[in-house]
């Protein structure tokens, strides 16, 4: 059984929680999804998922409860961790706004909603390397990644823009991948992941 932490302080966790089974049920593997709200559970955790929501609050609650030290931990210790949107915000080196304490796991810089400027939210088919078939991306509000360290892979682009970004455990999204059937990007960060045991 993998154990898979959401960090549920705010934001969608409940749908990343049924993407996480699915994408365990194809690999035949059970997957016990905790939400995290407290410190003390993240250890407990195989692998960690940093949802989209509200940068800013999430980063202040991660913070004030004491997760942020944890969830880096986690990442040294070299265990996946899938972030997407504001998840992918808070695990860079730099968001552009004051107001989010990023964690440094990732070596990319973002700019917040900067995608939401000229379209609130869409949805692109993305080709993902690792995947065979283009994966439907939506997009929400939605984090640009501005630059993008060294040893930092590009996984997708959208028009020119790196949209899917890997850092040895860590895998960044601008989008959103829990709001279409498809956990093949779930599956990508996790469980071929674990179960390749890096
Ligand atoms: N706009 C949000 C933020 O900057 C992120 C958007 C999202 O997670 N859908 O916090």
Sequence with gaps: TVRAGVVAVQGDVSEHAAAIRRAADAHGEDAEVVEIRQSGTVPECDVLLLPGGESTTISRLVHR???AEEITAHAEAGKPILATCAGLILVSTDANDDRVDTLDLLDVTVER???????DSFEAPLSVT?????????????PVIDS??????VLAEWEDDPVAVRQGPVVGLSFHPELTDDSRIHDLAFFETVLAGA
């Design 113 to 119: 909603n900067a995608f939401g400027r000229q379209r």
């Design 148 to 153: 993008v360290g060294d040893d930092v892979e």
């Design 65 to 67: 409860e004491g997760i």
């Design 130 to 142: 690792g995947l065979d078939e283009p994966f439907p991306a939506v997009f929400i509000r939605a």
